[in-house]
């Protein structure tokens, strides 16, 4: 299946220009056909929960998590132009092996659908289940063991893609901009020139926070041929790890979002939630936390409500004036590309520390995650040496849907390379969707590797900032390959 998967992609690196030229010339004629649907993937037993170093099991489901899917196809006639499926699931991060089970689970129920167009990303909740065996040793009984998450997870995905395909309909989009304060930067930095993710900021040698933030929040509407509103993507720059602990089992912010949303418009609207670059980033506050604890209390909020209101109130603006602007036309194109990214060097100094730090943890189950952590570390230098470590493959989906561009990583990618795709892209208004079609690690940038610390170090990071810089200028290039303006024949 993956083999089949990269002939396509790699089909469509030469189609893609193609394509957009042909979606474009069509966009009078085209009609926008669009189908939601979403399934809980909430596990009915303990399940080991992912994004953190030791092992922790649910006790309690506090909020369902679910996946949710958007199905789109733009058609003239009874001729299909260009497709899209995007699934956003309440996890850590689409591991591997977890997209390409959904793809072949999907593939023969949907003929008529061009499989590599569908593709996964994740919210970054740190309260759901982890997805691939491996990387905590677990207890042998009383839990659902990850892979059996997998198929369970992965089968209902492909249910509910199907469902969402086959509710495909005419319908309408619209777009619009608005800004929420969510992120902020996590990574205090000193004044010896160091940095530390969710480092001391009440003390005389603090200098700052390292990077820059996001507030935009980017919105998609869509809506029925009877004007009522069916879905919404909304994309925040900003993981959803607001709790980021415990052993509740929850979709952190997004459930709250969901719940205040379906009250205003309806339990039937279903919600996309989509992480943009925020690899450096959280919602959890690095400074002001009295004042901010005060006004909750004044509000009568937790802090997962207190975000949730603030995107809320982000989208509501948003939709406003979304509506004053919806389409029947709008120009969908798809380009999925293939593209090399280099990995980062391991250095001698980094290797030896690995190889100490690995051998500390290697005679221990219960630290068989920090174990892995180090290892990996050494096995990358090994590789290099021996000259068959070669260049990364990120499978790179780029969305043109009327005047929005919706593009892919598969990192936890820092702020300032969403920032940089962004401010370079032609499109109104551009989406960066991170830990998409994959799960590769933190892609920090110079500045963060000089700072040091965890997402910043090698053990974090497979792809450094010149790889970081590379997956910026791809992209760009892909986004300004299907806003090329179409010279009309004669």
């Not at 209390?297 to 948003?318: M, N, Q």
């Amino acid at each position: 299946m993956k083999t089949l998967c990269l002939k396509r992609i790699l089909r469509a690196r030469t189609a893609c220009v193609v394509a957009a030229a042909l979606v474009v010339a069509s966009a009078s004629a085209a009609e926008l056909w669009i189908g939601a649907a979403t399934t809980s993937i909430t596990p009915d037993k303990p399940v080991a929960l992912d994004g953190h170093r030791g092992l922790r099991i649910s006790t309690k489901v506090e909020s369902p998590i679910t996946a949710t899917m958007l199905a789109l196809e733009s058609r003239d006639g009874d001729k299909v132009l260009d497709q899209a499926v995007i699934v956003s699931c309440d996890i850590v991060a689409i591991r591997e092996g977890i997209q390409e089970k959904v793809r072949e689970k999907v593939k023969p129920r949907l003929p008529d659908l061009d499989i590599s167009k569908l593709f996964l990303n994740a919210t970054h909740t740190h309260n759901a289940p982890v997805t691939v065996e491996g990387r905590y040793t677990l207890p042998d009984n009383g839990i659902m063991r990850p892979a059996e998450y997998a198929e369970f997870m992965t089968s209902r995905v492909a249910d509910a893609v199907v469902e969402s395909w086959h509710k495909r309909r005419v319908g309408k989009v619209a777009w619009a901009q608005s800004q929420a304060v969510v992120a902020q930067n996590r990574r205090a930095t000193y004044a010896d020139g160091t940095a530390r993710m969710y480092g001391a900021t009440n003390t005389a040698n603090f200098r700052g926070l390292e990077g820059c933030e996001d507030h935009n929040l980017d919105v998609l509407c869509f809506w029925n041929r009877q004007k009522k509103l069916i879905a919404t993507a909304i994309n925040v720059p900003c993981p959803a790890q607001e709790a980021e602990g415990g052993l509740l089992l929850h979709a952190d912010f997004w459930h709250p979002v969901r719940e205040m949303l379906h009250k205003r418009h309806g339990k039937d609207l279903l919600v996309l939630g989509w992480a943009g670059a925020g690899g450096d980033q959280t919602s959890h506050l690095m400074y002001g936390k009295a004042a901010d604890e005060r006004m909750r209390k004044l509000r009568g909020l937790t802090r997962r409500e207190e975000v949730a209101r603030r995107i809320v109130a982000g989208w509501e603006d948003a939709y406003e004036y979304a509506r004053k602007d919806i389409r029947n036309d709008a120009v969908l194109c798809h380009c999925v590309k293939e593209i090399e990214l280099p990995h980062r060097k391991v250095t001698e100094s980094e290797v030896a520390e690995a190889r100490k730090e690995a051998a500390r943890f290697a005679g221990d189950p219960a630290q068989r995650w920090n174990y892995r952590w180090h290892q990996g570390v050494v096995e990358r230098y090994e590789a290099q040496h021996a000259g068959t470590e070669g260049p990364h493959k990120m499978e790179l989906h780029v969305v043109r849907l009327g005047d929005v561009a919706i593009a892919t990583n598969e990192f936890e990618l820092f702020t300032d390379y969403g920032v940089q795709m962004k401010a370079r892209s032609p499109a109104v208004q551009t989406f960066v969707i991170q830990l998409a079609a994959g799960s590769y690690g933190y892609l920090p940038t110079e500045r963060a590797v000089r700072g040091g610390h965890y997402s910043a170090v090698i053990q974090s990071s497979r792809v450094g900032p010149d790889g970081g810089q590379e997956l910026v200028e791809r992209t760009v290039e892909v986004i300004n390959e299907l806003w090329k303006p179409v010279t009309k024949q004669p």
